[in-house]
């Protein structure tokens, strides 16, 4: 059965239009950027076969356009759209963040950071620099490599606050692992981080874990 013989209320862009995008599966809204199935599957058939060949959205979209070009179904117009989503939905989001407004929304931060930091395959370590408004001044990737105190240098993190003027700042780093949850390096570091800073009168505003689903706010979970 074709997508257009579906009731009006099961098909994506239907849906979508009366419901909102959040209404939507991950494979509805992989379909709509597909278009089309292949021989005997619709896209949304195609949608969800491919997200269960990759273990998710994050196992899909993480991979190059060059190795999106590759993947059965796809090829390279349709990978070539599917890049150019993400890559537009960043910077959606970093414009939202320095068209010069105050931060009021710590989710936005969180948001940015994981699409930057996401589909990196190894750790890093980066700082949204925050004016006394709460303005960003800057985003930085900081540090890569494993989270350890031989790492992250709290010297270099107060050097380019005072560089930059900064008031405050957040921090992000990802867990290539998937694993969005704090580790006890991670809560070390942040500590150190945060007296350091403080001798320069700058605020620590939060510390963002990043890996499968939501980012993981320190703040939110009080380990600051």
């Given at each position: ?9 099961e098909r994506p862009r239907e849906k979508l239009l009366a419901r909102g995008s959040g ?12 278009g089309s199935g292949g021989r005997g599957q619709t896209a949304v058939d195609l949608a ?22 590759r993947c059965a179904g796809l090829g390279p117009a349709r990978a070539c759209v599917l ?142």
């Amino acid at each position: 059965m074709h997508i257009r013989d579906w009731p009006a209320t099961e098909r994506p862009r239907e849906k979508l239009l009366a419901r909102g995008s959040g209404a939507l599966s991950d494979a509805e809204l992989l379909a709509l950027f597909l278009g089309s199935g292949g021989r005997g599957q619709t896209a949304v058939d195609l949608a969800r076969r491919l997200l269960a060949d990759h273990g998710g959205l994050r196992g899909l979209l993480d991979r190059p356009a060059a190795e999106l070009a590759r993947c059965a179904g796809l090829g390279p117009a349709r990978a070539c759209v599917l890049a150019s989503a993400l890559e537009l939905g960043t910077r959606h989001l970093g414009q939202r963040l320095e068209r010069g407004d105050a931060l009021g929304d710590p989710t936005q931060a969180g948001d940015y950071l994981a699409r930057k930091l996401r589909p990196l395959p190894y750790e890093v370590f980066a700082c949204l620099f925050l004016d006394t408004r709460h303005r960003v001044i800057a985003y930085e990737e900081l540090f890569r490599g494993t989270l350890d105190g031989a790492e992250v240098h709290p010297r270099e993190v107060a050097r380019r606050c005072l560089a930059l003027n900064a008031a405050a700042v957040i921090f992000g780093h990802n867990h290539p692992s998937g694993s969005p949850e704090a580790s006890a390096a991670d809560r070390a570091v942040t500590a150190r981080l945060k007296q350091s800073l403080a001798l320069v009168d700058v605020r620590v505003l939060d510390h963002f874990i990043v890996g499968d689903g939501p980012p993981v706010s320190m703040a939110q979970r009080g380990l600051l």
